[in-house]
């Protein structure tokens, strides 16, 4: 797992970045590999892979993320990616792969109150992808939806949000 994430680090080759993130979300799996990427500073690596350029680099980061949010101390870390991941869900082509991979991260955030209100903004873009979007794309916002909607502080800004 360290060479796979010092491999991520030492290269611009998007394939390779694309292979290691993908060998990483796999790890990740197992939650005491959830652990030791989260000790290698693996998690602000990844991280970091959001702003790649590369769709696919930020999909597959995106994978990986979601992977390890299955842990509730890597989504205190994770936190700090929910403004940036909603960022790239809004900005992703529609029903895209890379939409779809934000959208299923910002489920498992979103499985607690504790970061709803870094969601707030987005609930604009998630309710006109669930007008606009394809069966999968609206499976996947109903699921953040619904998370939100158990939170009584987010009533409001459900209720209020500009469609």
């Avoid at 939650?31 to 290698?40: F, G, K, P, T, W």
């Avoid at 970091?48 to 979601?66: F, I, Q, R, T």
């Avoid at 309710?127 to 606009?132: D, E, K």
């Avoid at 916002?141 to 459900?158: F, I, P, Y």
Wanted: charged share 20%; glycine share 4%; aromatic share 2%.
């Amino acid at each position: 797992l360290q060479k796979l994430l010092h491999l991520l680090q030492a290269t611009d080759d998007p394939l390779i970045q694309e292979q290691a993130l993908i060998t990483l979300g796999n790890s990740a799996a197992f939650s005491v590999n959830q652990d030791i990427i989260r000790h290698l500073d693996g998690l602000s690596i990844i991280g970091g892979m959001l702003s790649d350029c590369a769709p696919k680099v930020k999909e597959k980061a995106l994978n990986a993320l979601n992977n390890l949010s299955m842990n509730i101390k890597n989504q205190e870390v994770i936190e700090v990616y929910i403004t940036q991941v909603c960022r790239n869900v809004e900005s992703a082509p529609l029903n895209s792969d890379l939409q779809l991979a934000g959208l299923r991260l910002l489920t498992n955030m979103s499985v607690t109150s504790d970061y709803h209100h870094k969601m707030v903004d987005s609930i604009p873009c998630f309710l006109h992808l669930l007008s606009a979007g394809t069966e999968r794309t609206q499976i996947q916002v109903l699921k953040v939806l619904v998370n939100l909607s158990a939170n009584a502080d987010m009533t409001r800004h459900l209720l209020r949000a500009e469609v």
